[in-house]
């Protein structure tokens, strides 16, 4: 379906394309009309001229192409022409006629009439002719003419110089869509923003904050906003309850075990599966949160400071072991994910790192074009380019995951899928074991 910024700007083309076609015929037939309407006013005039020459001329008609100064009467075939012819026959023609003459209308009108006719060399032309009687008695016919191409050459250049104004004109047009379509717009764009900001500020909208058409949507927003922050609210809720009736139960069994273990009996087996079920737990659980989170959140999370207060947290702990840990990242950086996931993820990949590394582990954190990497790299015995993908494989069974790369890989997968980010495994070539490498766009 087009947006409407699409309709918007087609609309605005067909209009405007209908708007300067129509405006260009209509034009075009006025500046026909007015540039018709001169030719046979000047033709009507160059009649008169000749009218009035013959009146002092009917005794020596031949004294006329002397009167007569256009020179265009004096070149052969010009396009311009006067004729006049006595009631005995006799013709009378200018130069420019050469050895033809203009054909007169049929009943010899006493008044000036304007016609088309054939000319030299089958030429159209315009025509003036009026039979006149003077005061010495004598009846001439007197024609004018000229041929139609200057007419056709004057219509054209008149024409040929309003098609840029019109081009213009359309371009105009076009351009007046596209502000017209970002003024009409501009209130969407507004509430667009106004919707993570208020989800933010646990905020309602308000409806006279913009036109009367988008006040309706923006209460059935309203209403949205406070039904996904109940189901937020309720699902984080759920998801804590479940915790803590899995968890106290299962705190007890492992206490129960540690007491049978201190009594000499083996509880290695038992251990290892509460083990498994904890951490299953822990992934479910997670998964259940960030579903929720990602779907009806629009929280910005300050990841500079994430990482900062993990690397506190994890220094503690690679000290302990006699292990390094280093720390780069670029300032100010902000991620589309909820703090609690993005530490959780980036939490989980500490720990795997240092839980199987040698001696070293280095997280980088960058700023890159329409995204933010995030690097988290070990000397460890990484994982095999074979095994990567039932590493990352969502939904695995931590008893199927490649041995050294934990539940907390597939936790991590997880929250960033909810996201719709990725994690990639690699090797790191700077320390030679496994990579993780977080791209979160922007």
């Known amino acids: 379906m087009l947006s409407l910024r699409q309709r918007a700007l087609l609309g605005g083309v067909a209009s405007g394309a209908v708007s300067v ?40 008609p031949d004294a006329l192409r002397d009167l007569m100064f256009d020179p265009a009467y004096s070149s052969p075939y010009s396009g311009r022409y006067w004729q ?22 049929a009943g010899n009108p006493d008044a000036p009439t304007l016609w088309n006719t054939n000319g030299p060399e089958d030429e159209v032309l315009r025509s003036a002719f ?11 016919g007197v024609s004018v003419a000229e041929s139609r191409a200057q007419l056709v050459a004057e219509r054209r250049a008149a024409q040929q110089s309003l098609l840029p104004v019109f081009a213009l004109v359309g371009l105009i047009g076009v351009v007046g869509s596209l502000l017209l379509m970002t003024f009409i717009l501009g209130p969407l764009r507004r509430l667009r923003t106004d919707v993570a900001s208020r989800w933010d500020r646990d905020e309602d909208l308000r409806p006279t904050d913009y036109p009367e058409e988008v006040s309706p949507l923006v209460e059935d927003l309203n209403k949205l906003l406070s039904r996904n922050r109940e189901i937020l609210s309720g699902s984080r809720r759920q998801a804590a309850d479940l915790a803590h009736a899995l ?24 251990q290892e599966a509460l083990d498994r079920i904890d951490a299953q737990l822990n992934r479910s659980l997670a998964r259940l949160r960030a579903l929720h989170t990602a779907d009806l959140t629009h929280s910005r999370t300050d990841l500079t400071n994430s990482i900062d207060r993990l690397a506190r947290l994890f220094s503690t702990m690679v000290d302990r072991e006699g292990k390094s840990l280093q720390i780069a990242r ?18 989980n990949l500490l720990d795997n790192a240092v839980k199987w590394c040698r001696q070293s582990v280095r997280m980088t954190a960058a700023r890159k074009p329409g995204c933010i990497e995030i690097s988290i790299e070990d000397d460890g ?15 695995g069974r931590l008893d199927t995951s490649v041995t050294g790369s934990g539940l907390g890989l ?31 766009s922007t």
């Open 330 to 347: 670029d300032p100010g950086l902000w991620v589309r994910m909820d703090a609690q996931d993005i530490e959780e993820v980036l939490g």
């Open 381 to 395: 015995p990484g994982i095999t380019q074979q095994a990567h993908r039932e590493a990352l494989r969502s939904g």
């Open 410 to 440: 597939a936790i991590a997968v997880d929250l960033l899928n909810a996201y719709n980010f990725h994690l990639n495994l690699g090797t790191s070539a700077l320390l030679g074991g496994l990579e993780c490498r977080i791209v979160i």
């Open 84 to 105: 006049v012819s006595s009631d005995d026959g006799e013709i009378f023609t200018s130069a420019s006629l050469f050895d033809q003459v203009v054909a007169e209308p």
């Open 130 to 140: 009026q039979k006149i009687t003077f005061e010495d008695g004598s009846v001439w």
């Open 247 to 270: 968890k106290t139960p299962a705190a007890i069994l492992r206490n129960e075990l540690n007491s049978l273990s201190g009594t000499g009996a083996t509880t290695d087996t038992a």
């Open 21 to 60: 076609g129509l405006g260009t015929l209509a034009v075009f037939s006025y500046i026909n009309d007015r540039v018709s309407d001169r030719f046979d006013t000047a033709l009507l005039d160059r009649h008169t001229q000749l009218v009035v020459g013959l009146s002092v001329t009917t005794q020596s």
